[in-house]
Structure formats: structure tokens, C-alpha cells
T-cell receptor, first 113, second 112 residues
Framework: NAGVTQTPKFQVLKTGQSMTLQCAQD?????MYWYRQDPGMGLRLIYY???????DKGEVPNGYNVSRLNKREFSLRLESAAPSQTSVYFC????????????FGPGTRLLVL | SQQGEEDPQALSIQEGENATMNCSYK?????LQWYRQNSGRGLVHLIL?????REKHSGRLRVTLDTSKKSSSLLITASRAADTASYFC????????????FGAGTRLTVKP
């Protein structure tokens, strides 16, 4: 099992460009999450999907959109990137009750110039 | 806003010593989890303790939870160089169905 995979590993964007971060899990988990991690801060939830077909905003959703394509895949889109979105982005998934143990991907480092 | 706050921010010890990290939080919780993050990697779940539990063990890890003080501690016994990582607590607030809240982490360095 690969667990949670994310692509790309690293990306440089110019202000105003758009991009989609991809995430997939092979553990048959119902719930998936997108977080961002900034220096000196813990992870902050951007969006989550408690089950296939549903998405909800987390703590910091502004500037992002998500798509739960199917049970395996959950993508995060930046429509018009801003320097404030420079961060490391983590995707995670969990089974059973929402907010139980989460399994994290390796992260995507995004630099917006 | 962050729910959990770890203390200390950084900890440096010698191999073989014990490491203790603390986490304080503000609101009532369903459970509290500890995660480890090696440099440049994703987080790895270590242990979950529910609000009605006071102590849990997993290998060299011991977690305590004091809901009256809204605090938790993570003890790593007989530390190894491989334990060098950042450790985060994450809380599941009772009054918020949307998300878990992570602290800023404790950076642990174990010197050989």
C-alpha cells in the first residue's frame, strides 16, 4: 500500500497563476483533508471531505477550492496564487469516525513569487 | 486559531535520557492525539487518548491527559537519535465538528 500520495512534491508559481495539488489514498478511507503548515505554526485545516461527494470549509479556506473526485482522490486548487499561499501543503485521510487517526502524505512545498 | 500549545518549543537531550513534552489546550475535547514529524516529511500518528482516559502507553511512549487542567504530556523514555523530530499535539474540540486543532510543535533533538 502506498498510503497517501501527493503530487507535485515541489512547485514554484508566479503571483496570479493557478494550479491544482493532487492527493490520493489507497486505504479506502472515507474522510480526507487538506492542511497548510507555515513556519512556527501548527497545521491549519483548509478544507475537508467527510465522505465522497461532500466538502466543507476548515479554518483557512479563502483562496482555495477543493474537489472530492471519488473516494480515493481529493484535489486542492489555487485559482490565483498569492505570496501568502507560500507554504507546505499536506493531505491526510482517516477511516471510521471523522477526526480519528489521520494518515498524512509527504507534502507539497509551494513557493509563490 | 491554534487549540493546542506545546511546551517547550525546543528540547535537546542526550541519547538514553527521557524526553517530556507538554500540551495545553483551551476548550473541552473528545480526544487528543500526538503526532511526530521528521524534517521534510509528513506527520505520523503516535497515540490517541480519549477524554475519559488518563494515561496510555505505546512502546517507549507514555501519554497522560488531565482534563481538569486541560493539559497532556508525552514522555519518550530511553530516547534514541532516531527520535529527533518535531512532535505535535492535536485536539478534537467538543464544540467544533469541523476540524482538529494542531499546536506549533516541540522540536526534539537527541544527541548521540
Amino acid at each position: 500500500n502506498a498510503g497517501v500520495t501527493q503530487t507535485p512534491k515541489f512547485q514554484v508559481l508566479k503571483t496570479g497563476q493557478s494550479m491544482t495539488l493532487q492527493c490520493a489514498q489507497d486505504m479506502n478511507h472515507n474522510s480526507m483533508y487538506w492542511y497548510r503548515q507555515d513556519p512556527g505554526m501548527g497545521l491549519r485545516l483548509i478544507y475537508y471531505s467527510a465522505s465522497e461527494g461532500t466538502t466543507d470549509k476548515g479554518e483557512v479556506p479563502n483562496g482555495y477550492n477543493v474537489s472530492r473526485l471519488n473516494k480515493r482522490e481529493f484535489s486542492l486548487r489555487l485559482e490565483s496564487a498569492a505570496p501568502s499561499q507560500t507554504s507546505v501543503y499536506f493531505c491526510a485521510s482517516s477511516d471510521g469516525r471523522y477526526k480519528e487517526t489521520q494518515y498524512f502524505g509527504p507534502g507539497t512545498r509551494l513557493l509563490v513569487l | 486559531s491554534q487549540q493546542g500549545e506545546e511546551d517547550p518549543q525546543a528540547l535537546s537531550i542526550q541519547e538514553g535520557e527521557n524526553a517530556t513534552m507538554n500540551c495545553s489546550y483551551k476548550t473541552s475535547i473528545n480526544n487528543l492525539q500526538w503526532y511526530r514529524q521528521n524534517s521534510g516529511r509528513g506527520l505520523v500518528h503516535l497515540i490517541l487518548i480519549r477524554s475519559n482516559e488518563r494515561e496510555k502507553h505505546s512502546g517507549r511512549l507514555r501519554v497522560t491527559l488531565d482534563t481538569s487542567k486541560k493539559s497532556s504530556s508525552l514522555l519518550i523514555t530511553a530516547s534514541r537519535a532516531a527520535d529527533t523530530a518535531s512532535y505535535f499535539c492535536a485536539t478534537d474540540p467538543v464544540d467544533n465538528n469541523n476540524d482538529m486543532r494542531f499546536g506549533a510543535g516541540t522540536r526534539l533533538t537527541v544527541k548521540p
